[in-house]
T-cell receptor, first 115, second 114 residues
């Protein structure tokens, strides 16, 4: 069975410094992986996705993630944090089953950005 | 505008009083799903539907029902709500695929069951 682990429940950075949100997954085959962001009182918005093309994936708002099969990781990074990046971030793996699939969510990482 | 619409956004009700949360999408998506979000647990899937008249259980289906009579609608039904179903609920949709399509989420429904 697939699973996903977000290694930090909270990450705090200063504005203008790099962001690293860590995600590890387990999968018995080549997975599809996603990062979503959730702002307060809002639904989830897709940041980026990996679907077996390029291992370095660029997303919206300057975020990117690198798929590392040998480390079973899909960490999310951004070179310079902005106050508007403060939100909760979810790493998600797609669990393929025969003719259907389901998404498995990590428990989330709350990003705090200090002025 | 492409969107997933949930109603109501907020609801406070009492144990045992049947309720329905509606979900509608205007993107002609085949796949629809319901999740609940609880602190520290991320999102857990309740039910999903691959297409009209095709539904399947997710990880936490107990106490919930769904139906998919039309492609655009996927209501979530709580026949006899209990306090442990107090949560934030999200509906999502995506186009058909092999699990590599991004989900489009509604803004959520916050249910409080007393």
């Amino acid at each position: 069975a697939q699973s996903v682990t977000q290694l930090d429940s909270h990450v705090s950075v200063s504005e203008g410094t790099p962001v690293l949100l860590r995600c590890n997954y387990s999968s018995s085959y080549s997975p599809s992986l996603f990062w979503y962001v959730q702002h307060p009182n809002k639904g989830l918005q897709l940041l980026l996705k990996y679907t077996s093309a390029a291992t370095l994936v660029k997303g919206i708002n300057g975020f990117e993630a690198e798929f590392k099969k040998s480390e079973t990781s899909f960490h999310l990074t951004k070179p310079s944090a902005h106050m508007s990046d403060a939100a909760e971030y979810f790493c998600v793996v797609s669990d393929q089953r025969d003719s259907s699939y389901k998404l498995i969510f990590g428990s989330g990482t709350r990003l705090l950005v200090r002025p | 505008e492409a969107q997933v619409t949930q109603n109501p956004r907020y609801l406070i009700t009492v144990t045992g009083k049947k309720l329905t949360v509606t979900c509608s999408q205007n993107m002609n998506h085949e796949y629809m799903s319901w999740y609940r979000q609880d602190p520290g647990l991320g999102l857990r899937q309740i039910y999903y539907s691959m297409n009209v008249e095709v539904t399947d259980k997710g990880d936490v289906p107990e106490g919930y029902k769904v139906s998919r009579k039309e492609k655009r609608n996927f209501p979530l039904i709580l026949e006899s709500p209990s306090p442990n179903q107090t949560s934030l609920y999200f509906c999502a949709s995506s186009s058909a695929g092999r699990g590599n399509q991004p989900q489009h989420f509604g803004d959520g429904t916050r249910l409080s069951i007393l």
